[in-house]
């Protein structure tokens, strides 16, 4: 492709993702594809000569944008939100076009020192001490595995990175049933094992019990196990459940364990102050994540880990070959040694736009009004006659059945997104099916939020 033929495209396709987001509302949330549609559609061998870039931005219009669930869909109330703010999406544009790869300091000054700076923003947003470092990641679950793998490697004074678990007592990782499935699934590539996670009891506010994790903890040492760390969930997937996360880091550091908070959704909520009751302690704590790409407006992917004192997590995942050193700068700061992919992208300058278009006050705006829009919807969804509310909202997430039970329910959330108009998502609660609810998407508005429940008041008469 000429560099000219580049402009004239870039220029086309940047007026379409203007028309994209303008008319978002027009579309349905949720794709109505059936399954191999798009599979079908796509040649099966690929083309020997050059395709015309008209056709090929012709066929994406014809195959891609009608297949896609809308992620940015203002009426998009389902999981959380995987945000993608404007200002960011900006930034993304530039660091697509200079398609750095971010592994060293070296490779990409600017990116390096910019994550510094962002990160220290965001710590200060959050309200965390000074002293705290960090670095950005591509997700949760990424921050999560590094995590365990420094509680793992912690716990074995180092052993396991250079002789591997065998013949060693089995590393122990605490949490609670309300924890997300990322930590089961760091547990087995750390070759920790489901086995060795386990899950402690939660109290009647679905938070961890401390008695219950102090006595599980002396209960291993006792049987021989090797306890090493636990995860702290604040705010968690299913109905956005925290464990006290004060006395549970009691229990850690008279334990000697290490922690690591996973916030992934909530900790965007703690840039406002009024809400950080809800990881009151996490100052105590060793390791943090949260996600910007999910309810701050960072565009997906930016996952952001803070710790303590990175020593252990250096110790635990830096490498440092003949072809990656530095001549004359051995102690230039190379975030590829706290992570454990090499490569990395320019993450920080979508954060950089982000907290300068919007401002930390515009963006704890947003915040409040999800939550105030949430509680709203859930007191709208409470008056109606076939519902129940059967989690109160946590932040900005609730959830719903129907009075019916659980067939009714199921029923009425394929109704619901079968419509189009909305789209919500289910979990298991207390062994019922419900329908979570939760305000988030960057800019959708109140009255975004009172359609869907019109919406689902509209479908539940109907059924
Ligand atoms: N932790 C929590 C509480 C989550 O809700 C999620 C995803 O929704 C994750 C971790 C995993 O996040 P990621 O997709 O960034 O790995």
Redesign the pocket.
């Given at each position: 492709m000429k560099i000219e033929e580049f402009g004239l495209w870039s220029r086309r396709i940047a007026d379409w993702s203007v028309r994209y987001l303008e008319t978002l509302r027009d579309r349905p949330v949720r794709a109505r594809t059936k399954a191999g549609d798009v599979l079908n559609a796509l040649p099966v061998a690929p083309p020997e000569t050059a395709t015309d870039m008209a056709d090929i931005f012709a066929d994406f219009e014809r195959l891609v944008p009608d297949a896609m669930t809308h992620w940015q869909h203002p009426r998009f109330f389902a999981?959380?939100p995987a945000n993608a703010a404007p200002a960011s999406i900006l930034a993304e544009q530039l660091v697509t076009t200079m398609a750095a790869q971010c592994m060293l300091w070296q490779t990409s000054p600017a990116a390096t020192e910019m994550e510094t700076r962002m990160v220290d923003w965001l710590r200060q947003a959050l309200d965390l001490p000074d002293g705290w470092r960090g670095v950005i990641q591509?997700?949760?679950?990424?921050a999560?595995l590094s995590a365990i793998m420094t509680m793992r490697e912690r716990a074995l004074d180092w052993r396991g990175i250079r002789s591997g678990l065998s013949g060693e007592s089995a590393p122990r990782i605490y949490a609670s049933a309300q924890?997300?499935s990322?930590i089961d699934k760091a547990c087995w590539v750390a070759g920790i094992g489901q086995d060795n996670l386990v899950r402690i009891a939660t109290s009647d506010d679905y938070g961890m019990d401390p008695g219950a994790l102090r006595a599980a903890i002396r209960a291993d040492r006792a049987a021989g196990h090797l306890p090493a760390g636990i995860v702290i969930?604040v705010?968690?997937?299913s109905i956005g459940a925290s464990d006290p996360v004060a006395a549970i880091v009691e229990v850690a550091q008279a334990e000697g364990l290490y922690t690591h908070i996973?916030?992934?959704?909530?900790g965007s909520a703690m840039i406002c102050p009024e809400f950080r009751s809800i990881w009151e302690g996490c100052d105590q704590a060793d390791s943090i994540?949260f996600?910007p790409?999910?309810w701050l407006g960072a565009q997906f992917?930016c996952?952001v880990q803070f710790l303590k004192d990175p020593t252990d997590q250096l110790k635990s995942l830096t490498l440092r070959p003949d072809y990656l050193e530095t001549p004359g700068m051995e102690d230039a700061v190379n975030y590829s040694e706290w992570t454990i992919p090499l490569g990395r992208r320019f993450r920080a300058l979508k954060l950089w736009f982000l907290i300068r278009a919007y401002g930390l006050e515009g963006l704890r705006t947003r915040i409040r009004n999800h939550i105030a829009w949430s509680n709203e919807a859930c007191e709208a969804i409470r008056a109606l006659p076939g519902l129940v509310i059967v989690t109160e909202p946590r932040l900005s997430l609730f959830s719903f059945a129907c009075k019916a039970g659980d067939e009714a329910t199921a029923a009425l959330l394929d109704r619901i997104n079968t419509d189009g108009r909305t789209y919500l998502t289910q979990t298991r609660h207390d062994g019922r099916h419900v329908i979570r609810f939760q305000v988030g998407q960057f800019d959708c508005t109140r009255e975004d939020v009172m359609e869907a429940v019109e919406v689902i008041g509209e479908l539940e008469a109907e059924g």
């Open positions: 999981y959380f591509d997700s949760a679950s990424s999560t924890a997300h990322s969930c705010g968690g997937t996973d916030a992934a959704w909530a994540v996600n790409h999910k992917d996952s």
